[in-house]
Protein backbone atom coordinates (compact mmCIF):
# COMPACT_ATOMS: atom_id res chain seq x y z
CA UNK A 1 0.00 0.00 0.00
CA UNK A 2 1.10 3.42 -0.90
CA UNK A 3 -0.19 6.42 0.59
CA UNK A 4 -0.26 10.02 -1.21
CA UNK A 5 -1.06 13.14 0.72
CA UNK A 6 -0.83 16.34 -1.65
CA UNK A 7 -0.42 19.88 0.37
CA UNK A 8 0.54 23.27 -1.47
CA UNK A 9 -3.05 25.02 -2.83
CA UNK A 10 -4.82 27.78 -2.87
CA UNK A 11 -5.50 31.27 -4.10
CA UNK A 12 -3.39 32.91 -6.34
CA UNK A 13 -4.10 35.76 -8.98
CA UNK A 14 -2.88 35.34 -12.44
CA UNK A 15 0.82 35.49 -13.54
CA UNK A 16 1.23 33.85 -10.36
CA UNK A 17 2.93 30.99 -9.04
CA UNK A 18 2.50 27.74 -6.59
CA UNK A 19 4.06 24.88 -5.90
CA UNK A 20 2.20 21.61 -5.04
CA UNK A 21 4.23 18.79 -2.72
CA UNK A 22 2.89 14.95 -2.63
CA UNK A 23 4.32 13.04 0.07
CA UNK A 24 4.63 9.24 -0.33
CA UNK A 25 4.20 6.82 2.91
CA UNK A 26 4.14 3.05 2.54
CA UNK A 27 5.38 0.85 0.35
CA UNK A 28 7.62 3.63 -1.43
CA UNK A 29 10.16 1.84 -2.80
CA UNK A 30 7.96 0.20 -5.24
CA UNK A 31 6.55 3.58 -6.82
CA UNK A 32 8.40 3.71 -10.37
CA UNK A 33 6.18 6.56 -11.54
CA UNK A 34 4.70 9.06 -10.58
CA UNK A 35 2.06 11.66 -11.70
CA UNK A 36 0.27 14.84 -11.52
CA UNK A 37 -3.85 15.25 -12.80
CA UNK A 38 -6.24 17.98 -12.46
CA UNK A 39 -10.15 17.90 -12.92
CA UNK A 40 -13.14 20.62 -13.09
CA UNK A 41 -16.72 19.74 -12.72
CA UNK A 42 -17.63 17.78 -15.01
CA UNK A 43 -14.61 16.90 -16.64
CA UNK A 44 -12.86 14.17 -16.91
CA UNK A 45 -9.04 13.90 -15.03
CA UNK A 46 -6.32 15.90 -17.30
CA UNK A 47 -2.88 14.15 -17.02
CA UNK A 48 -0.81 17.64 -16.25
CA UNK A 49 2.78 15.98 -15.96
CA UNK A 50 4.47 12.87 -15.05
CA UNK A 51 8.45 11.81 -13.78
CA UNK A 52 9.94 8.07 -13.69
CA UNK A 53 10.86 7.96 -9.57
CA UNK A 54 14.63 6.01 -10.69
CA UNK A 55 15.87 8.02 -13.49
CA UNK A 56 13.92 11.57 -13.16
CA UNK A 57 12.73 11.98 -16.53
CA UNK A 58 9.81 14.15 -16.90
CA UNK A 59 6.97 14.63 -19.47
CA UNK A 60 4.60 17.00 -19.49
CA UNK A 61 0.95 17.94 -20.98
CA UNK A 62 0.93 20.53 -24.11
CA UNK A 63 -0.55 23.04 -21.77
CA UNK A 64 1.34 23.05 -18.85
CA UNK A 65 4.40 22.86 -20.98
CA UNK A 66 7.54 25.54 -20.14
CA UNK A 67 5.22 26.84 -17.16
CA UNK A 68 4.82 23.38 -14.94
CA UNK A 69 8.17 21.47 -13.63
CA UNK A 70 7.69 18.26 -12.19
CA UNK A 71 10.19 17.24 -9.78
CA UNK A 72 10.93 14.44 -7.10
CA UNK A 73 12.81 14.30 -3.64
CA UNK A 74 13.86 10.95 -3.31
CA UNK A 75 15.31 10.96 0.36
CA UNK A 76 11.98 12.92 1.24
CA UNK A 77 9.78 10.68 -0.95
CA UNK A 78 8.24 13.92 -1.97
CA UNK A 79 6.98 14.93 -5.60
CA UNK A 80 6.39 18.13 -6.59
CA UNK A 81 4.94 20.19 -9.40
CA UNK A 82 6.12 23.97 -9.34
CA UNK A 83 3.57 25.89 -11.03
CA UNK A 84 4.65 29.30 -12.72
CA UNK A 85 2.67 31.59 -15.08
CA UNK A 86 -0.29 30.17 -13.71
CA UNK A 87 -3.64 31.03 -15.98
CA UNK A 88 -7.50 31.06 -15.07
CA UNK A 89 -7.65 27.85 -16.86
CA UNK A 90 -5.44 26.18 -14.48
CA UNK A 91 -8.00 26.38 -11.56
CA UNK A 92 -8.65 22.93 -10.40
CA UNK A 93 -8.55 20.35 -7.88
CA UNK A 94 -5.10 18.29 -8.64
CA UNK A 95 -4.20 14.88 -7.61
CA UNK A 96 -0.53 13.47 -7.23
CA UNK A 97 -0.72 9.18 -8.05
CA UNK A 98 1.88 6.78 -8.05
CA UNK A 99 2.63 4.02 -10.21
CA UNK A 100 3.55 0.67 -8.66
CA UNK A 101 3.32 -1.78 -11.51
CA UNK A 102 6.15 -2.20 -14.18
CA UNK A 103 7.44 0.81 -16.42
CA UNK A 104 8.48 0.37 -20.12
CA UNK A 105 11.00 3.09 -20.46
CA UNK A 106 10.02 4.19 -23.86
CA UNK A 107 6.30 4.58 -22.56
CA UNK A 108 4.92 7.82 -20.96
CA UNK A 109 2.06 7.43 -18.72
CA UNK A 110 -0.66 10.13 -19.43
CA UNK A 111 -4.00 7.88 -18.24
CA UNK A 112 -5.30 7.84 -15.03
CA UNK A 113 -5.58 4.34 -15.46
CA UNK A 114 -1.94 3.96 -15.41
CA UNK A 115 -1.85 4.86 -11.87
CA UNK A 116 -2.61 2.52 -9.07
CA UNK A 117 -2.52 5.20 -5.86
CA UNK A 118 -3.97 8.33 -5.41
CA UNK A 119 -3.83 11.22 -3.24
CA UNK A 120 -6.78 12.97 -2.06
CA UNK A 121 -6.65 16.24 -4.19
CA UNK A 122 -5.74 19.77 -3.56
CA UNK A 123 -7.93 23.01 -4.69
CA UNK A 124 -5.66 25.18 -7.39
CA UNK A 125 -8.04 28.39 -8.07
CA UNK A 126 -6.49 30.85 -9.89
CA UNK A 127 -7.94 34.72 -9.81
CA UNK A 128 -8.33 36.80 -13.22
Known amino acids: QVQLVESGGGLVQAGGSLRLSCAAS????????MGWFRQTPGKEREFVAG????????YYADSVKDRFTISRDIAKNTTYLQMNSLKPEDKAVYYC?????????????????????WGQGTQVTVSS
Open 51 to 58: IRWSTGYT
Open 26 to 33: GRTFSNNA
Open 97 to 117: AARTTKVIFSIKYEESTDYNY
